[in-house]
């Protein structure tokens, strides 16, 4: 399936869901909507607001959180832990995992059938019940590698090394 037939099929079971829910269709809200359902990528409110924003003057920052946070109630979105100081909403609700760059701060899905049959150990389930459960694999993604790839013949005076930065702990 194309890319735009996708986030066409997404659109459509977003729109049918709010609309069974009882909750009205602005033309704000399917704006944001509509950019949600276009996306694969895991953005925070701000990029969906400049991404609305852009065809769309007149919507709020405050209108982007409120129509996430109900999409993310009616199950129409997940959210993922917080990255820095901004939740992360994701689109794809089929059974996936994420693959976090610990310097630039993408999200990659990527599927594995091995994690889907991880077993939830008994300790975990002492705590409460689980209701979902998702891996999350932290690195250093192949673009900031390349841009990150030490020059041919060394710049920098022998021993001076630049550390990667420390991945923020993720609070759930």
Known sequence: MRKSEHG?????HIETVVREAGIKLTHQRLEIFRELAHTE????AETIF??????????????????????RD???VTTLGLHGDSVRFDVNLHRH????CVRCGAIHDFE???????????SVKELGSVVHAQVEVRGICARCQSVDAPPKKPRAKPGA????RAASPRRT
């Open 8 to 12: 066409a099929r997404r659109l459509e």
């Open 41 to 44: 990528e895991h953005p925070d």
């Open 50 to 71: 400049r991404a609305v924003q852009r065809r769309m003057p007149t919507v709020s920052l405050d209108t982007v959180y409120r129509t996430l946070w109900m999409l």
């Open 74 to 76: 009616l199950g129409l």
């Open 97 to 100: 995992h994420h693959y976090v």
């Open 112 to 122: 594995s059938m091995d994690l889907n049959g991880l077993h939830v150990p008994e």
């Open 161 to 164: 090394t630049r550390a990667p």
